[in-house]
């Protein structure tokens, strides 16, 4: 049997079935747009911004509109997994830009990794 998929990987299928359906919002303003509107499901957040006030008013919109949050350490990472780069010949991704902030409105099709994140959420509630 195939080991537990963690987070992280889960994080980044989800990302990568979202974007097939246009269903991700990337950087500051327009994932901000999102979140007031409360058309976002799920927010990804790079703690790596320069900026404190950043995460403060994206943690504090998501929680006022009840929005799930999930943390990551690098905006790099973040701006590699929703696409802001370009990919190589070799299938390595070169010139990746960094996103603070990433918001998913359509998740796509169902799929373990989804699953996986899902029930991050329901045992994070069941621990308060």
């Known amino acids: 049997m195939a080991e537990p998929m963690d987070l992280m990987d889960a994080l980044r299928e989800v990302l990568k079935n979202s974007i097939i359906v246009e269903g991700v919002t990337r950087g500051l303003r327009e994932s901000v747009k999102k979140l007031d509107k409360r058309e976002a499901l799920l927010c990804v957040l790079a703690e790596s911004t320069d900026e404190k006030n950043i995460l403060k008013l994206v943690e504090a919109l998501c929680k006022e509109h009840g929005i799930n949050l999930i943390k990551i350490d690098d905006a790099k990472k973040l701006g ?49």
């Open 80 to 128: 590699e997994w929703v696409g802001l780069c370009k990919i190589d010949k070799e299938g390595n991704a070169r010139k990746v830009v960094r996103c603070s902030c990433a918001v998913i409105s359509n998740f796509g099709r169902e799929s373990i990794a989804l699953e996986v994140i899902n029930d991050h959420f329901k045992r994070a509630v069941t621990a308060e």
